[in-house]
């Protein structure tokens, strides 16, 4: 366990207290399998705070899933793969994001920014650990932890409309609030010697 500990404290560089909390909060979250939402600004490291969740006891594969990519009409076929036939230019079956996943752990960057019609599909999987590609009559499983990270106010979002209040219930189990380096100052000399 003291080599987990060491490779989580490799990835996040310093000494303030609120650093301190964070790396034992993925202690923690590394040993079960409970949802975990990741808040901060852009550049807080949260993918880095992620990994090293799953890295605590890496399970299976860790995939990133970007939010902020899925625009446009192939986006369901990203997430959730498709059968060969099933639209123009889908000249072969292709495994989604979900299934690729599956054992392992799905980290939704930026998940403030996917669609509500995606938001709904992907509360069904984590519900029933089940979904279906696009084209196909039958329903595959996937069962994997779910970290999902934001730089949005959820709560805010789900007031306005524009995020399912159910799926922010899902995925707000355990939170990690990641502050910019703006807020942790003591933290400076220790990255300030680790790039040395």
């Known amino acids: ?41 852009t550049g807080t490291g949260k993918e880095v705070v992620s990994r090293a969740i799953h890295n605590v006891d890496p399970q299976g594969p860790f995939v990133t899933i970007d939010c902020t990519a899925m625009v446009g009409p192939l986006m369901e076929s990203e997430l959730f793969g498709h059968v060969k036939g099933a639209f123009t230019g889908a000249a072969m079956t292709k495994i989604g994001l979900i299934e690729a996943a599956n054992g392992g752990t799905a980290f939704f960057d930026e998940i403030g920014e996917l669609p509500l019609d995606l938001q709904a599909k992907l509360l069904r999987v984590l519900q029933e650990k089940e979904f279906r590609p696009v084209g196909s009559l039958t329903s595959r499983r996937s069962d994997f932890r779910i970290i999902a990270a934001t730089n949005r106010d959820l709560a805010k979002e789900v007031e306005k409309g524009t995020f ?30 680790h790039f040395l």
């Open 1 to 41: 366990m003291l080599a987990n500990l060491e490779e989580t404290r490799h990835v996040l560089i310093g000494e303030s207290p609120r650093t301190r909390q964070v790396i034992r909060m993925i202690e923690k979250l590394g040993k079960c399998r409970w949802p975990a939402l990741l808040l901060g600004e």
């Open 164 to 193: 399912r209040r159910d799926l922010f219930f899902r995925l707000n189990v355990i939170n990690i609030r990641l502050s910019p380096l703006r807020e942790r100052k003591e933290d400076i000399p220790c990255l300030i010697n």
